[in-house]
């Protein structure tokens, strides 16, 4: 990790050329720019990247383990298996989103990466986080959504909610977040700048279509905020409570009736408990971007996207509480397999088979034995199926 001394030197002189020649840095900037760089170095490095690897490696185990042949056909299973996905490819933006890889880097390479494929970066893998994100939230809904009817209506949803119908819901909801995010590729340009006449400067700058149709900062100003967190988030509570109280209610009914495990049961508590690990880890970047969103309609008029730098004025107090908040809505895309693992028994032995690899053990299997008889019962010839 590149030293706090130089890295501060470095990126006040790459700071200024965003800023006017009447804008000078105070001592009490650069001490802010000190602590952010402390801080950014410990929430979007080792925790960020314990959290990301982690992350994969448990998303990847749940997609295999929903892939075998014995769970894969179900609704709900498909439903896991794309929400895994999407987990997985938030989690590997999110190491490019927060550079992270900068915990990888000397300070030469930092320095080159900075000035050459930072840019890069921003316009082409950060939307891709963004396709990720509202994936995994609708794919969540949905989820929730469906199971709620499979209570209330559980005859109508049994003959028409099927994995083919589920597989076009999922493809739909990919094919609207792509849509929402696909105008910000299009919207900036990577514009290089000659520094010194010995190095070069790679910089993102908006393009015609991004001046004219202000799309990129409508949509990190109002469509993320709305559509990916406070919707969802509002959505989900209304479902969730309505499936607990459909829970309850069909945990009444079956009071005196034979001590049989409810499957139907055990899988709306594992639904339930996914939305409730959502619903926590999204609610203090929900009321963050709802803020921010209040803050921008009530105090201009003008569509400007907001950004999080090292001359930023916010507050010291303002920047943990975005970091922690970022920091659990990456935690959200990784806790899934523990409620997989919590509720789910069949997947609990499932997942010890593979990882203790069961079936890749050889199996001394007895031969079964075939009788033949010469026409009297005492006279019988024992021989096994294996033998020559």
């Known amino acids: 990790m590149t030293s706090l001394n130089n890295k501060t030197t470095y990126l006040s002189k790459v700071m200024t050329t965003e800023m006017t020649s009447t804008n000078r840095l105070t001592a009490g900037d ?30 990847i185990l749940a997609f295999i383990i929903l892939s075998r042949k014995s769970v894969r056909r179900t609704t709900i299973a498909v439903y896991l298996r794309a929400l895994s996905l999407a987990d997985t490819f938030v989690l590997i933006t999110a190491f490019f ?27 082409y893998v950060e939307p891709f986080h963004w396709i990720a994100l509202g994936v995994s939230s609708f794919v969540t809904l949905t989820l929730s ?13 049994r003959r028409s909610c ?42 993102r700058v908006m393009t015609k279509l991004g001046r ?50 409810n499957p139907n049961r055990n899988l709306s508590i594992l639904i339930l408990l996914i939305v409730i690990i959502y619903m926590v880890c999204n609610l203090p970047i929900s009321i963050m971007v709802f803020y921010k ?9 003008i569509c400007i996207k907001e950004t999080t730098s090292l001359s930023s004025p916010t507050s010291k107090e303002f920047d943990i509480i975005n ?6 809505n990456i935690l959200n895309s990784c806790l899934n397999i523990t409620v997989y ?33 010469t026409g009297r019962e005492s006279n019988t010839v024992v021989e096994s199926t294996g033998s020559s």
């Open 145 to 157: 959504i469906e199971r709620f009817l499979a209570i209330r209506y559980p005859l109508t949803i």
């Open 162 to 203: 099927t994995p083919f119908l589920v597989r076009v819901c999922i493809i739909g909801i990919i094919a609207i977040v792509i849509i929402l995010t696909l105008p910000n590729f299009f919207s900036f340009r990577v514009q290089k700048y000659h520094i010194a006449n010995t190095s070069s400067l790679s910089v």
């Open 212 to 261: 004219d149709t202000l799309y990129p900062c409508t949509y990190h100003v109002y469509i993320i905020p709305l559509l990916w967190y406070i919707l969802p988030w509002i959505l989900l509570a209304t479902f969730n409570l309505l499936l607990f109280l459909q829970v309850r209610r069909s945990a009444r009914i079956r009071v005196g009736l034979p001590n049989i495990p």
């Open 323 to 328: 970091a922690v908040t970022e920091i659990l």
């Open 97 to 123: 989103r927060y550079n992270t890889y900068n915990l990888f880097l000397t300070e030469a390479q930092d320095t080159y990466m900075v000035l050459h494929y930072s840019a890069y970066l921003d316009i």
């Open 341 to 373: 693992c919590m509720v789910g028994t069949k997947f609990r032995r499932q997942l010890r088979d593979f990882l203790l690899c069961t079936s890749c053990k050889p199996v001394n299997k007895v031969s079964p034995q075939r009788v033949f008889t």
């Open 293 to 301: 969103l209040v803050n921008h309609m009530s105090e201009n008029g």
């Open 30 to 59: 650069y001490e802010k720019i000190f602590f952010r760089i402390k801080l950014w170095k410990i929430c979007h490095g080792y925790i960020m990247f314990i959290l990301i690897v982690l992350g994969i490696v448990a998303n």
